[in-house]
């Protein structure tokens, strides 16, 4: 059913046309999470709380994208596990293991265990480089290079002008390249930086 | 021109814009004329596009549990604590009434500068003759034809004249002439011209200052001028019987009642939305 028609139904209290948009965004609300907080079981309360929230308060949305208006109390609810973490520092996230998706459709369909095994490395390395960053940063590359959201979308659901979308950005991309490159050996071979390439790559780096 | 160096900082930071194709024209050309020249911003551009490319490899985790939101989830909300609430409501309702009385005493202050008290402090021939001396003498022109409703005969008696404030037709019978002058008191507030009644006159729309309020029951009847379009006169006075005079604080009272109902109505309407609306927050916080 058209999302329209869902969320106006939802405003007048039908919580089955609520739970169709649930369902809709339910994985890349989780994602989003769990790559905010780390911490899988953390992810999940998160977006549960998110959700009920948003159903309590939905009369208040007025127009405009859903989406956005839905993953700005997503991300809210991160910031506020995120704070209140940093008054309270509880056990580390280190050694942690999530049930990856299978690879997406188009590939064969049948993975090895070395290739989860791969995965799930890359997964490791990709989530210890989004625990290093501020959580503004955290929130924003996880947004746009993760879970894929554009300029615009970001800008409303951070509600944060366009400018300031590109230059914080710019900054948790350029983090995060210093932290898959100081540990490069790491990274599975096909995932390497591949900057040798360029002939030009050692005057410039001294540069 | 730029300096080599700034311009090299602002295409740096404008490359991960520029991956994504979120640049001006403008700007796009600045880069890619400076990346031409740069070995060290084609390094930036390099090593973020295959940053960018292994963030957007991220394995998707799977969902652990499906989060559509149960009934009960949401039914069990508004219950915890009703006592509370109702009590918030009641203490917004009593800071409502409370704000209301002492806006409508403020409101009576300054609708009643110098109201007197209902009691008179003055004896009574004192402040009668105050009163007198207040009234404002009002000449009103009178036509031929009096309202026929009229008693037989128009007799305008001082005492009564100063008490209500009006000139006091008593008796029966047509005023005895229109040409007379039936009394003289102190000023002229218009011209006359043929008839003139002069006294103290009770005038409905009058904008005249009121004289203090006496305390007389004298039943008598009040002359209300109505204009006329008529050539000569502007002023038809109808004699009709009024009932008890009314003392000046209930005079006043009357005039500001209606303005206070106004002002009740929307006090007491702002103490029960207070309320409406404690109570409802109260609720949705559950």
Request: proline share 8%; charged share 25%; net charge positive.
């Amino acid at each position: 059913m058209d999302e329209r028609k869902l969320v106006e139904r939802a405003r007048k209290g039908d919580l089955d046309a609520f739970n169709e948009l649930v369902i809709r965004y339910q994985k890349t609300a989780y994602n989003v999470a769990y790559r905010i907080l780390g911490d899988a079981e953390a992810a999940a309360d998160a977006v549960q709380d998110a959700f009920l929230k948003a159903f309590k308060n939905i009369r208040r949305f007025r127009g405009g994208s859903f989406k956005s208006w839905m993953f700005r109390i997503v991300t809210n609810t991160c910031y506020d596990v995120l704070r209140a973490r940093k008054r309270r520092p509880s056990s580390s996230l280190d050694g942690m293991e999530v049930e990856l998706n299978h690879t997406p459709l188009g590939d064969s369909g049948v993975e090895s265990p070395e290739e989860y095994a791969i995965r799930q490395e890359l997964n490791r390395l990709i989530q210890e480089a989004i625990n290093s960053l501020p959580p503004e940063q955290r929130v924003i590359i996880v947004l746009s290079d993760i879970e894929g959201f554009d300029y615009r979308e970001i800008s409303e659901t951070l509600g944060i002008p366009l400018g300031t979308v590109k230059s914080r950005l710019s900054r948790a991309r350029a983090k995060v390249r210093d932290l898959l490159l100081a540990q490069e050996e790491l990274l599975p071979v096909r995932y390497r930086l591949k900057v040798g390439a360029d002939s030009n790559l050692e005057s410039a780096s001294k540069a | 021109m730029w300096l080599r160096r700034d311009k090299h900082e602002i295409v740096r930071r404008l490359l991960s814009a520029y991956i994504d194709g979120e640049l001006s024209s403008q700007e796009k050309a600045l880069v890619e004329e400076h990346l031409r020249e740069c070995a060290q911003c084609r390094w930036e551009l390099e090593t973020l596009r295959h940053t960018v490319a292994i963030l957007r490899e991220a394995p998707r985790v799977a969902l652990p549990r499906s989060f559509v939101i149960r009934r009960a989830d949401v039914e069990e909300a508004p219950a915890p604590s009703r006592v509370p609430a109702f009590l918030r409501v009641v203490t917004a309702l009593g800071v409502a009434i409370f704000v209301l009385i002492v806006g409508l005493h403020f409101l009576m202050q300054a609708l009643l500068p110098g109201m007197p008290a209902p009691v008179a402090k003055a004896p009574l021939p004192e402040r009668r003759q105050e009163a007198v001396e207040k009234a404002p003498t009002v000449v009103v022109e009178l036509e031929q034809r009096f309202t026929p409703a009229v008693t037989e005969e128009v007799v305008v008696t001082k005492e009564v004249s100063r008490e209500v404030f009006a000139p006091t037709v008593i008796g029966k019978g047509i005023p005895r002439a229109p040409t007379d002058k039936v009394g003289v008191e102190p000023q002229a507030l218009s011209p006359l011209p043929t008839t003139t009644v002069v006294g103290p006159v009770a005038l409905a729309p009058s904008p005249m200052p009121k004289p203090a309020a006496l305390p007389t029951s004298t039943p008598a009847p009040a002359i209300h001028p109505t204009p006329l379009p008529g050539p000569k006169f502007t002023t038809v006075l109808r004699i009709e019987p009024t009932p008890t005079p009314i003392p000046l604080y209930s005079q006043l009272t009357g005039r500001v009642a209606s303005g206070w109902i106004w002002v009740i109505a929307a006090l007491v309407l702002a103490g029960i939305g207070i309320g409406l609306w404690v109570y409802y927050r109260s609720k949705r916080k559950g």
